[in-house]
């Protein structure tokens, strides 16, 4: 028999009300299906996409290589050797390096490595004698044992261990050995945040709960999202490949969103206890509200994802599903796996108090300042308004892009010694260098000889943004050329040597040939994409916008308020965007992360950030004037409503948002710069949201707005009813 105070009147509440009276059910189910998870993550490998991303010529330039040129053939790395004091022709120095070289050798995946001894050639050896430049060339077809890389980063290694004592300094740097380092830093780091999160986490719940068992709860919750969300992936990876850092984004928005969802239900929870409701009457109630609130705020967040998914880029649709499967499963369980482990615990949520944690946290600070903002509420939102602007400034600055050369790379790598000693004393492009693609029906013939000696003859003349020897391959079909042009490693300069080379350069080498020539690599890639990304922005910001636009006006039954929180939260996404731009672009603070300034922020971070932190945005943004709707559908009095819905939520606001600073900031210390970047502006936005937005933007412009936070056109009355049902126990 379900009691009147029981009553569901939301969808969220009759959900949640079927799982308690059913929590057995519901807790077998999820263990099931947590089992099903772990079983997919165990037995099915997750396939990678195998593209880097390609938009545009440079897609169509790698596309021609796919197809033209063996697949997986040969790849070449950098082996640097130096020495402060003597020179590379000295005998001792040409010992070491030829020992260098026989280790190498013995490697079966080794084809060939260069050597100056043996057939002495220019750009291998530096201006002062005292740094050696080795091409390795591996063959990626024959089978080994383990990564390709490991035998050949332990080779050198070794050597580097053996010879440092006599003042050599060896490393060997490129695509295939530098990713796999990075990669195995990355893994390691990942258990790291995963454990310092988690560490994290229980502390704050601690000290929101005051209790172990309450604590825990929302770590459980994250930490079954996840598991499920890695299995959910690993299945639909079989029908759609997901890029490689799709298992970041679950991680981190698994662990941000889990705990935060399930601490506002479970505060709401033992308030309406504590109002004397019984069990199941107070889980009704916390998802008639508090639970409410979660799923408009989870949907938002899914329907800024769902935005990237416009873009029908590969890289951007796999980030959002992995973020998306996250954050669904967590609404799922918000309001089915939390009423049932609610309904079997009931007051014993409060076991394991630790009452001495009273003492340590204190109380009424947030309705002191609110009562200071309310009093001036003019003033505070003139200042605040100023600081998010000037924050925001150096985002027009921006400069988009994908890092590269040593600063790209954290100290912890050692690929980093080889490009410092190849930016120094050669160029960081014989690591990566462009890629020109010159098709015909045969290449071979004097015309297109022709055109290629002239076209490198070109190339020879401008020396501070090509660097030679130029290597032109044919294919074995004879019917496409490879030139590989080694670029300046300065970022302007090689873009604009890419622009040189795709508009005046080769048209002038090929245009009467009736060849082809397409220019790809990293550089090209990085040009496409920044356009494709230019041209897609519009529409995933419009698409985010209107959408949460439509969402808030029909749950808050007001124009006012989804125009206004549209705008604070631009400000802050904006402001966050200017803190990237100064510490990563031009490097204010960056040595306390442990890294280099790169110059640019990752090409595909804007607007993933974007959608990202627009939808946690709101989860604060729509908690909160879910309390001050309660309130004002009570009294009718806004400035008391907007006092009563931050009072009760400032508690749990910040909590949520220490939880999600605390997660990003862990990513933040990470040895990747993609993680860094990641981290610091998710941690900034959040912080800067869950502070001056919701603690004084918020509060003063409703304050100066009055009654009209809640006008309502009478042409959109049509509008259905969200009830703001079950008010407060305080707010009455």
Not at 183 to 202: C, H, P, R, Y
Not at 517 to 544: E, M, N, W
Not at 591 to 606: F, T
Not at 650 to 671: C, E, H, K, N, W
Request: proline residues 4%.
């Amino acid at each position: 028999m379900i009691s009147q105070n029981e009553a569901a009147t939301t969808t969220t509440a009759r959900v949640a009300r079927w799982s308690a009276h059913h929590r057995w059910i519901v807790l077998i189910v999820t263990f099931l299906v947590l089992a099903a998870s772990v079983f997919a993550s165990a037995t099915l490998e997750v396939v990678l996409q195998d593209t880097e991303g390609d938009i545009g010529e440079s897609a169509d330039a790698h596309a021609v290589l796919a197809a033209k040129f063996p697949r997986g053939g040969e790849s070449g790395e950098q082996l640097l050797i130096s020495h402060t004091e003597l020179s590379v022709m000295d005998s001792g120095y040409q010992a070491v390096a030829e020992q260098v070289f026989e280790d190498l050798l013995a490697l079966p995946q080794i084809k060939s490595v260069s050597s100056v001894y043996e057939t002495p050639a220019p750009g291998h050896v530096s201006a002062d004698g005292h740094v050696l430049r080795t091409d390795v060339v591996i063959d990626r077809q024959v089978p080994v044992d383990g990564h390709r890389a490991d035998a050949i980063i332990a080779a050198v290694a070794g050597a580097r261990e053996a010879n440092s004592d006599a003042g050599y300094s060896i490393a060997i740097v490129g695509n295939l050995t530098t990713n796999r380092e990075v990669n195995e830093i990355t893994n390691e780091d990942f258990g790291q945040i995963m454990i310092v999160s988690l560490g994290l986490g229980l502390i704050i719940m601690l000290l929101a709960f005051r209790a172990v068992i309450a604590a825990l709860i929302p770590l459980a919750l994250a930490v079954g999202a996840i598991t499920i969300a890695n299995g959910l992936a690993a299945v639909i990876s079989q029908s759609y490949a997901l890029n490689d850092q799709y298992s970041e984004m679950i991680l981190l928005l698994g662990l941000a969103v889990g705990i935060d969802y399930s601490l506002f239900i479970v505060s709401r929870y033992h308030k309406e206890r504590e109002a004397g409701k019984d069990k199941y009457a107070a889980i009704v109630a916390a998802n008639n509200t508090t639970g409410r609130a979660v799923f408009f705020a989870g949907v938002t967040v899914l329907v800024s994802l769902a935005g990237l998914t416009l873009t029908n880029h590969p890289i951007f649709v796999s980030l959002a599903m992995g973020a998306m499967l996250v954050v669904f499963v967590t609404i799922i369980g918000s309001v089915t796996f939390l009423p049932a482990v609610l309904a079997v615990i009931g007051d014993g949520v409060n076991r394991l108090r630790m009452p001495f944690l009273d003492r340590l946290v204190g109380n009424g600070i947030w309705g002191a300042v609110t009562d200071r903002v309310m009093a001036r509420p003019a003033i505070f939102a003139s200042v605040a308004l100023v600081g998010l602007i000037a924050l925001a400034i150096p985002a027009f600055a921006i400069h988009l892009g994908f890092p590269t050369g040593s600063k790209s790379l954290h100290n912890a790598v050692t690929a980093k010694t080889a490009l410092v000693l190849l930016e120094q004393h050669f160029t960081a492009g014989f690591t990566d260098p462009t890629l020109v693609v010159v098709s015909a029906d045969d290449v071979t013939t004097p015309a297109v000889q022709d055109a290629v000696a002239g076209f490198i003859a070109r190339l020879e003349t401008e020396s501070d943004r090509y660097f030679g020897p130029f290597e032109a391959t044919p294919n074995p079909a004879g019917d496409t050329l490879l030139i590989r042009v080694p670029m300046s490693g300065d970022l302007k300069l090689a873009a604009a040597g890419v622009e040189a080379l795709r508009e005046e350069i080769l048209p002038v080498a090929f245009g009467s040939t009736g060849a082809r020539a397409l220019v790809g690599g990293s550089t090209a890639s990085t040009l496409d994409f920044k356009a494709f990304v230019y041209s897609k922005a519009p529409i995933v910001f419009a698409f985010v916008l209107g959408v949460a636009f439509l969402l808030l006006l029909w749950m808050f039954r007001s124009i006012v308020i989804p125009i206004k929180s549209i705008i604070l939260n631009m400000l802050s996404v904006a402001a966050a965007y200017g803190v990237l731009v100064m510490v990563f672009q031009w490097g204010w603070g960056i040595s306390l992360l442990d890294s280099e300034s790169s110059g640019v922020i990752l090409a595909w971070l804007p607007l993933f950030l974007f959608t990202i932190l627009f939808g946690l945005s709101m989860d604060y943004h729509m908690l909160l004037l879910n309390r001050v709707k309660e309130a004002y559908d009570l009294t009718g009095k806004n400035d008391e409503s907007v006092a009563i819905g931050i009072r009760l939520t400032a508690g749990q606001i910040t909590s949520a948002a220490a939880i999600m600073v605390g997660v990003f900031s862990a990513f933040a210390l990470a040895r990747d710069v993609r993680l860094q970047q990641f981290g610091v502006g998710l941690g900034v936005s959040v912080l800067i949201d869950a502070t001056v937005i919701r603690s004084v933007l918020l509060p003063a412009t409703m304050k100066l707005l009055g009654d009209w936070n809640w006008y309502l056109p009478s042409w959109l009355e049509w509008l259905p009813r969200v009830s703001m049902a079950e008010p407060e126990p305080e707010a009455q």
